[in-house]
């Protein structure tokens, strides 16, 4: 099952990488740089759970515009997760971006207390974080850092003991010397099946309008994310 489901991931992967050609007009797709843009997202990621409610990861994401056919860019997560309550966790999470046009490098703070009942799980994140081209003290004009304020809302239903569906809305603030102001909404619907204990795949739907400018930019896409859940203690296999 292991073999078959890695298969056919990395078969999606490369065939995308290979269908497309990288430009040099390329910017962060997650500002909506591109006007109703389609794209494929693949990711690969790693994640172990250590005592004390502490787990960590790290992901690796591709996203790949299919609209103008092209690299969007290459994406890489480092995070850390702390269960403080038995309903509340804290996160800190690390992105680096690279782009034919340039890098963004992201901090992130989040607070995201859930609630569960029977198989449904609601849950409420709100989160700071700051993101920079690059780290210095004077900032050139058009490149300073940006602060940004989001608040997600998510439901999830685990129909059966592995598989599961959910449902989020969040909304991105923009924080500058204008003020605050609302900068994008994202939707997103996705579903996740768990095999082998310690291995997941989630595949899922994201609707991303820009509220910017006075013509939203829309941002699509489809998600495919295969994560291995490092076990504590890998099983002995017994001699025959």
């Known amino acids: 099952m292991l073999k078959y489901s890695l298969g056919i991931f990395l078969i999606l992967h490369f065939a ?15 500002y909506g740089s591109y006007n109703n843009a389609f794209q494929f997202w693949t990711s690969v990621k790693v994640s ?21 056919k092209n690299i969007g860019g290459h994406y890489f997560y480092v995070g850390a997760k702390y269960k403080a309550l038995k309903y509340l ?9 690279n782009t034919m046009e340039k890098n963004l490098y992201r901090f992130e703070f989040g607070i995201k207390p859930r609630y569960k009942y029977k198989n449904w799980t609601f849950a409420f994140r709100t989160a700071y974080f700051n993101e920079r081209e690059y780290f210095s003290r004077v900032y050139e004009k058009g490149r300073y850092p940006s602060n940004y304020w989001r608040n997600r809302v998510e439901v999830r239903w685990d129909f059966k003991k592995d598989l599961g569906t959910y449902l989020s809305v969040e909304a991105y603030t923009l924080f500058d010397y204008r003020g605050a102001s609302l900068r994008r909404v994202a939707f997103v619907a996705g579903v996740d099946y768990t095999f082998l204990k310690m291995h997941n795949i989630d595949v899922y739907y994201m ?16 998600a495919v994310v295969y994560t291995w859940d490092i076990p504590k203690k890998f099983k002995k296999k017994k001699k025959d």
């Open 48 to 68: 172990h759970d250590f005592k004390y409610g502490i787990s960590a990861s790290a992901q690796y994401l591709l996203r790949t515009d299919v609209t103008n």
């Open 207 to 222: 609707a991303q309008p820009d509220f910017n400018k006075k013509s939203p930019n829309l941002v699509q896409a489809v």
């Open 16 to 30: 995308f990488c290979n269908s497309v050609n990288s430009q040099d007009n390329v910017a962060d797709i997650g």
């Open 89 to 97: 966790q804290i996160d800190f999470k690390f992105r680096g971006v």
